[in-house]
Nanobody, 124 residues
Framework: QVQLVESGGGLVQAGGSLRLSCVASKRTFRNSGVGWFRQAPGKEREFVAHISWNGDSTEYAALVRGRFTISRDNAKNTVYLQMNSLKPEDTAVYFC?????????????????WGQGIQVTVSS
């Protein structure tokens, strides 16, 4: 099992930016796709973005495409989510997750390790 720890969340005004980090406890993280998901109050958890093991392949949810960027630094066992032009509807708890495979997926069943989540709040 790989432990994942998210950081970088907080409160920001609409139009602002935040960068989330997801740090893994083991180097095996480098051989896995990674995804970011989020869960807003009263809603189901939803896919945000994913990245392949080497960073060559990424995919974004339509709601964040063009505003969010996922990247990774395998030397640091870390995946990032740069969030720009934030909107109040981006308010949620954000989770990173490690895929069972070399690539990421939009559905949760392909992920086997999850972080505890971190709150992002965007004020209007």
């Amino acid at each position: 099992q790989v432990q994942l720890v998210e950081s970088g969340g907080g409160l920001v005004q609409a139009g602002g930016s935040l960068r989330l980090s997801c740090v893994a406890s083991k180097r095996t993280f480098r051989n896995s796709g990674v995804g970011w998901f989020r869960q807003a109050p009263g809603k189901e958890r939803e896919f945000v973005a994913h990245i392949s093991w080497n960073g060559d392949s990424t995919e974004y949810a339509a709601l964040v495409r063009g505003r969010f960027t996922i990247s990774r630094d395998n030397a640091k066992n870390t995946v990032y989510l740069q969030m720009n032009s934030l909107k109040p509807e981006d308010t949620a708890v954000y989770f990173c997750a490690r895929s069972k495979f070399l690539v990421g997926f939009t559905t949760e069943r392909e992920y086997e390790d999850w972080g505890q989540g971190i709150q992002v709040t965007v004020s209007s």
